[in-house]
T-cell receptor, first 109, second 112 residues
Framework: GQQVQQSPASLVLQEGENAELQCNFS?????MQWFYQRPGGSLVSLFY???GTKHSGRLTSTTVIKERRSSLHISSSQTTDSGTYLC???????????FGLGTRVSVFP | ETAVFQTPNYHVTQVGNEVSFNCKQT?????MYWYKQDSKKLLKIMFS???????VNETVPRRFSPQSSDKAHLNLRIKSVEPEDSAVYLCASSFDWGDTQYFGPGTRLLVL
């Protein structure tokens, strides 16, 4: 089965609302990243966060290894936050990233 | 700011042809990767490479091969394309295994 599971699959927000995206994984991890994928397809790295909590502007990432989960919190969403959010982990050294299917976020004014 | 460059952006070809995609990074990284994003949008690792080692995902068909002239370049060759090769191919780089990966814009391949 899928080693990296993201939920929800999609999310509709009104501008200003907060959101919490979840990523659960079934294996140990060597590294963990969150990405934003633009509608055109390019990937932007949001966080490299194999453990603990990190902040960047309105975004917060929290990874709890022993619970095998990571979350991405978006506060005060904006229409420009619309897109797909992907979590990915490297569970063995030098094996590359294993991606989830993503959460598609749509923010309306 | 783009630091991982891929060419071409888009390529259309016919079954059986050979294609080659280019990837260059200007980040000074030692490790590069190729990923495939299929029609269901799932990204899968194909190759991981640095000057020490090439790691090949066992599910990748043998008609695919990476080609590197130096640590800033990792090209992808497909010997004889098949319809299921239609996808977006994404190149990435990192300082070392397990470090933050930065992605290029991708090359979209359509096999007719």
């Amino acid at each position: 089965g899928q080693q990296v599971q993201q939920s929800p699959a999609s999310l509709v927000l009104q501008e200003g609302e907060n959101a919490e995206l979840q990523c659960n994984f079934s294996t140990s991890l060597n590294s963990m990243q969150w990405f934003y994928q633009r509608p055109g397809g390019s990937l932007v790295s949001l966080f490299y966060n194999p453990s603990g909590t990190k902040h960047s502007g309105r975004l917060t990432s929290t990874t709890v290894i022993k619970e095998r989960r990571s979350s991405l919190h978006i506060s005060s969403s904006q229409t420009t936050d619309s897109g797909t959010y992907l979590c990915a982990l490297e569970h063995n050294y030098a094996q590359g990233l294993t991606f989830g299917l993503g959460t598609r976020v749509s923010v309306f004014p | 700011e783009t630091a991982v460059f891929q060419t071409p952006n888009y390529h259309v070809t016919q079954v059986g042809n050979e294609v080659s995609f280019n990837c260059k990074q200007t980040l000074g990284h030692d490790t590069m990767y190729w990923y495939k994003q299929d029609s269901k949008k799932l990204l899968k690792i194909m190759f991981s490479y640095n000057n020490k080692q090439l790691i090949v995902n066992e599910t990748v068909p043998r008609r695919f091969s990476p080609q590197s002239s130096d640590k800033a370049h990792l090209n992808l060759r497909i010997k004889s394309v098949e319809p299921e090769d239609s996808a977006v191919y994404l190149c990435a780089s990192s300082f070392d295994w397990g470090d933050t990966q930065y992605f290029g814009p991708g090359t979209r391949l359509l096999v007719l």
